[in-house]
Antibody, heavy 117, light 113 residues
Framework: EVQLVESGGGLVQPGGSLRLSCAAS????????MHWVRQAPGKGLVWVSH????????NYVDSVRGRFAISRDDAKNTLFLQMNSLTAEDTAVYYC??????????WGQGTLVTVSS | DIVMTQSPDSLAVSLGERATINCKSS????????????VAWYQQKPGQPPKLLIY???TRESGVPDRFSGSGSGTDFTLTISSLQAEDVAVYYC?????????FGQGTKLEIK
């Protein structure tokens, strides 16, 4: 059974950093496209970033490019999102999702990031 | 970036009636090599992650009831619920995954009339 479990969220001050983790089970990250999607409180879904199975395709939404970095530890089967220079606009639930040419069929439950002083 | 625009923003439909949600992409989301549309539809209920309903514009995900269907071509796509059930109350999103950044529509809130 495919499972994705996010962790690492919490309260951080503006300008601070957090690293989110997404532990995968039931499949191998090294064979999958993986994504981060976020959702601000009461708002819609925003795609944040993805990484392909070969790690040679990485993309970001403009609003996080240069501040966020997606990465993967295949040995631990874990996806990461390093988030730096955080602002209030980054406050959201962050979901990791497994995707491919059939959309995003698998999602974690999400981890809440709150940026506030 | 490709903009996905959904309509309406909210919709109230009677139980057993048809619900239709539209999504328009600002540019093509299909590959010329296979003519498949990289459009997906998701259902999200409060406190839950989104659930994939439809991919490639019209392919129903395994386990999704057949009252849900997707259609469309060019830049216009539609999610149809043929006979609304109480458990279908949710927010629905379209998404294009043809080119990065992948983008979602703004969401359509579906309620019971």
């Amino acid at each position: 059974e495919v499972q994705l479990v996010e962790s690492g969220g919490g309260l951080v001050q503006p300008g601070g950093s957090l690293r989110l983790s997404c532990a995968a089970s039931g499949f191998s990250l090294s064979h999958s496209w993986m994504h981060w999607v976020r959702q601000a409180p009461g708002k819609g879904l925003v795609w944040v970033s993805h990484i392909n199975s070969d790690r040679n395709i990485i993309n970001y939404v403009d609003s996080v490019r240069g501040r966020f970095a997606i990465s993967r530890d295949d040995a631990k089967n874990t996806l990461f999102l390093q988030m730096n220079s955080l602002t209030a606009e980054d406050t959201a639930v962050y979901y990791c999702a497994r995707g491919g040419d059939s959309g995003l069929p698998y999602w974690g439950q999400g981890t809440l990031v709150t940026v506030s002083s | 970036d490709i903009v996905m625009t959904q309509s309406p923003d909210s919709l109230a439909v009677s139980l057993g009636e048809r619900a239709t949600i539209n999504c328009k992409s600002s540019q093509s989301v299909s590959s010329s090599s296979d003519n498949k549309y990289s459009v997906a539809w998701y259902q999200q209920k409060p406190g839950q992650p989104p659930k994939l309903l439809i991919y490639r514009a019209s392919t129903r995900e395994s386990g999704v009831p057949d009252r849900f269907s997707g259609s469309g071509s060019g830049t216009d796509f539609t999610l149809t619920i043929s006979s609304l059930q109480a458990e279908d109350v949710a927010v629905y999103y379209c998404q294009q995954y043809y080119t990065a950044p992948d983008t979602f529509g703004q969401g359509t809130k579906l309620e019971i009339k």
